[in-house]
Every structure is written in structure tokens, then in C-alpha cells.
């Protein structure tokens, strides 16, 4: 089992105190494509927003690789974060100034647990991967939107995190590249053996996915 929680309750206080997470308990396991999906305001964002450790705001428990995350510091959990968890979201989020390999590298660069040409070397092999390796050296902003998302996949993927999460990953694609996409994800997890978690409302994804959450108002359906 790659993540746990246990009774996690969520509120917002602005404009006034509203419940927005309602006793979730749920259990993600390893190779594992899991789609959480629900109507606009269910709850599905935030959700992934705490099973990210981005929001350590929240009532009851979360376990990641048998860890309680809130037990670390903030130092230990940017560290762990950066180590276990890699990210995708419905905008790339590519910095423009740098090319597809620089983008790429960067969260290894940031981890520091390999030196540059070897961060290097792991890029390539998987810009080859997701079959955009004469992208390399192209500016991130002169990609289409479907070839920048491979490459957020692939920054994602370079520190061979454990756990994906990623927040309507194909929300500003259109459908031909939303498939692609979607089929990277569930190559990922079937060849990676990683855990992938998706935030979606595209009814193609969550019918395709090894596992379905569905969220209404805050709560999971059973």
C-alpha cells in the first residue's frame, strides 16, 4: 500500500466556516491507476491537494509509504514530497525561459541526490520514453499543449517517484490529446508499477481506470 488516510475532514473558513472534506478513508495501492472524479465543487481537488502533502491543513490521518506525514517537519516534508510524489496538473506549468530538458531536470536538480550529467542521462532515456526526444533543446513555450503535458509527465517522473497525482491532467487538451495522455498515465502505472491518481470529470478517464472514487459534496460514495 503506497498511501492511507483515515477519516480526514477538511474546512474552509472564508467567507464563513464550510466543510469541504467529510471522513475520507480511503487506500491507494501500488500500480494502481485511481481516478477521483465528481462535479465542479466536490471536493476531488482538494482532495488531491492533501494526498499530495500540499495542504497539511486538515483533521485525521495520512500515511504515505507507512509514513504520517504529519509528523515531519516542513524541511522533511518538502524532502519527502520531493522524493515520493510527482506532479501533473490540468496547466503544465513549464518554465518558459528554460528548454524541455532544463524543465525536466529541474526537480532532480532541486532533490540533489544525483549530479548533473546523471539527472541528464535519466531526462533523455525519458523524453525517449514518451517519444518527444527531438523536443530536447526546443523551448518549452513552442510546444503544443498535448507535447508540454508529455513533458510536465516527464518532469514528474524523474526522481522515479512512487505516487503521480495528477489534477485534471487533460482538462485543456483536446480529445485526441486527452487520450494520449491518458494512455501515457496507464503505461506509467502498468509498466512503472507506479501509483497514479487522477482528478477528473472526463467520463472516458474514469471508465478506464483501474479503480473509481466518485466525491459528492465532500464525501466518497460508497
Not at 8 to 33: D, T
Not at 169 to 191: C, H, R, Y
Amino acid at each position: 500500500m503506497i498511501l492511507e488516510t483515515k477519516h480526514i475532514n477538511k474546512h474552509f473558513y472564508e467567507p464563513e466556516k464550510h466543510q469541504v472534506l467529510n471522513e475520507i478513508s480511503l487506500q491507494i495501492a501500488s500500480g494502481e491507476l485511481t481516478s477521483v472524479y465528481g462535479e465542479s465543487g466536490s471536493g476531488k481537488s482538494t482532495l488531491l491537494y492533501i494526498l499530495s502533502t500540499l495542504d497539511s491543513d486538515f483533521e485525521g490521518k495520512l500515511y504515505i509509504h507507512d509514513r504520517d506525514i504529519k509528523e515531519l517537519s516542513a524541511a522533511e516534508l518538502t524532502n519527502f514530497r520531493n522524493r515520493h510524489i510527482g506532479f501533473v496538473y490540468q496547466f503544465h506549468y513549464l518554465l518558459p525561459e528554460f528548454n524541455v530538458l532544463q524543465n525536466i531536470m529541474l526537480p532532480a536538480m532541486k532533490l540533489g541526490k544525483k549530479d548533473k550529467e546523471e539527472i541528464k542521462h535519466d531526462a533523455l532515456i525519458l523524453l525517449e520514453e514518451l517519444g518527444i526526444q527531438d523536443f530536447a533543446k526546443r523551448p518549452s513555450y513552442k510546444l503544443s499543449g498535448g507535447q508540454q503535458q508529455r513533458v510536465a509527465i516527464a518532469r514528474a517522473l524523474i526522481n522515479d517517484p512512487a505516487l503521480i497525482v495528477a489534477d485534471e491532467p487533460t482538462g485543456d487538451l483536446d480529445q485526441k490529446n486527452s487520450d494520449v495522455i491518458f494512455a501515457l498515465l496507464k503505461e506509467i502505472t502498468a509498466n512503472k508499477r507506479k501509483s497514479v491518481v487522477i482528478a477528473t470529470h472526463d467520463p472516458k478517464i474514469y471508465q478506464n481506470s483501474d479503480r473509481v472514487i466518485e466525491m459528492i459534496d465532500g464525501s466518497i460514495r460508497l
